[in-house]
């Protein structure tokens, strides 16, 4: 997202023509745009990206039982025998 990001300001400063983009090629005003497709290439080929919607969903599901443990006041509670 970063790349994506700092593609769009190069694009912009390029186009506005403001210096030190303004004089550069057309190619290194692009060159982020072409990270940001390489990096999500890699980031879905790898599993990365599920891994982390798999951490994120995990922690709000935990996030979820913590405060209905709450709610019902079982929350540090310990087992009586």
Do not use: C, H
Request: no cysteine.
């Amino acid at each position: 997202m970063y790349f994506l990001g700092l593609g769009l300001i190069l694009l912009v400063m390029k186009y506005m023509l403001i210096e030190p983009v303004a004089n550069w090629a057309w190619w290194q005003v692009l060159m982020p745009f072409a990270l940001a497709v390489a990096w999500w290439a890699w980031a879905d080929s790898s599993g990365y990206t599920k891994r982390k919607a798999m951490d994120k969903e995990n922690a709000r599901k935990q996030a979820r039982i913590d405060r209905q443990r709450e709610a019902m006041g079982l929350q540090g509670s310990k087992k009586r025998r």
